[in-house]
């Protein structure tokens, strides 16, 4: 089955990609070392413990190298897998495997870094009835992939952009006179899903009574977040951000928030460690 992400156009990744990396010549150590007709075998493994991610996004640049290129996924995305593990196995034309290898590789590594911190996190607040959220912190022109990784790694997406809810936030606030001016501003709108970002303890009610329907509550500690939730009183679902860390999650989860949004799952996550070695044949 093809692989499709929604606002994503996978034959244009792969293309630019690989257009970045062969350049005006093409891969000239591969055309000049290797036969045109020599087949490789192939077997890429992870080098940690991880969550794997993008893996049907590397076959996409084997693919578009070598057609006929055989592929065998070991695992799908979102699988934990230990040190050690085989991913995914192939076998075709050694140019088309040698010229693709980079871009492929890239993409595993970097998504699968997503998706492992992400899990981390999640299991840090595994039953408290907490949600984890991502950001809109993504590199520019890779969102749809990363906000892929972090659900492949457990988490829920928050806004994929600036289109898809209203989050006012402090900027918005000031300039409208108020966080309830500016909530109303947003009903009188049409926006059905209008996100608030408050301070301070003060600012709920007015936010809750002109319309919001959802609170961010933050840069607040356990302590304030606990009565912001027991203020909120379910009316609406409620959001801590801002400095969140992996030693610090657990103990805001267990305030009674809705969702904790995490800026570093997209924008710091290291690259997972991953090998692909080739043989000949």
């Given at each position: 089955m093809r692989f ?17 990396d062969l ?5 000239i ?9 020599a087949r490789?075998?192939g ?8 969550v ?14 070598d057609?006929?290129?055989e592929?065998?996924?070991l695992?799908?995305?979102g699988?934990r897998?230990?040190a050690?593990?085989p991913?995914l196995?192939?076998h ?9 290898e ?6 595993v590594q970097h998504?699968?870094?997503i998706?492992t911190l992400?899990r ?8 408290t ?7 809109r912190k993504?590199?520019?022109g ?6 892929y990784?972090?659900r ?5 997406n928050h ?5 898809d809810?209203?989050m006012?936030?402090?900027?918005h606030?000031?300039?409208?006179g108020?966080?309830g001016?500016a ?6 709108a049409?926006?059905a899903?209008?996100i ?12 809750l009574?002109a ?7 933050d840069?607040m500690g ?7 939730v027991?203020?909120?009183a379910g ?6 951000s801002?400095?969140?860390r992996r ?7 267990e305030?009674?928030?809705?969702y904790?949004?995490?800026g ?7 690259a ?10």
């Amino acid at each position: 089955m093809r692989f499709t992400l929604d606002r994503f156009d996978l034959d244009a990744f792969v293309a630019a990609t690989l257009a970045e990396d062969l350049g005006p010549g093409g891969d000239i150590t591969s055309a000049a070392v290797i036969p045109a007709d020599a087949r490789f075998s192939g077997v890429m493994d992870s080098r940690d413990a991880i969550v794997i991610a993008g893996l049907p996004i590397a076959e996409a640049f084997f693919r578009a190298l070598d057609p006929a290129v055989e592929l065998e996924r070991l695992v799908e995305d979102g699988a934990r897998v230990a040190a050690g593990s085989p991913v995914l196995r192939l076998h075709g034309l050694a140019r088309a495997m040698l010229t693709a290898e980079r871009s492929a590789l890239n993409t595993v590594q970097h998504l699968s870094g997503i998706a492992t911190l992400t899990r981390d996190y999640v299991d840090a607040i595994a039953g408290t009835g907490a949600t984890l959220l991502d950001t809109r912190k993504t590199i520019p022109g890779l969102r749809m992939l990363e906000k892929y990784a972090t659900r492949m790694g457990g988490a829920t997406n928050h806004r994929m952009g600036l289109w898809d809810a209203a989050m006012i936030k402090d900027n918005h606030v000031a300039v409208a006179g108020g966080v309830g001016p500016a909530v109303a501003r947003a009903v009188a709108a049409g926006i059905a899903r209008i996100i608030v970002e408050v301070d301070t303890l003060a600012q709920i009610e007015p936010a809750l009574a002109a319309g919001a329907t959802h609170v961010l509550l933050d840069n607040m500690g356990p302590a304030v977040l606990r009565e912001a939730v027991a203020l909120v009183a379910g009316r609406v679902p409620t959001e801590a951000s801002g400095g969140v860390r992996r030693d610090t999650i657990r103990a805001i989860a267990e305030t009674g928030v809705s969702y904790i949004s995490v800026g570093r799952l997209t924008q710091s996550a290291p690259a997972a460690d991953l090998g692909l070695d080739f043989t000949l044949g």
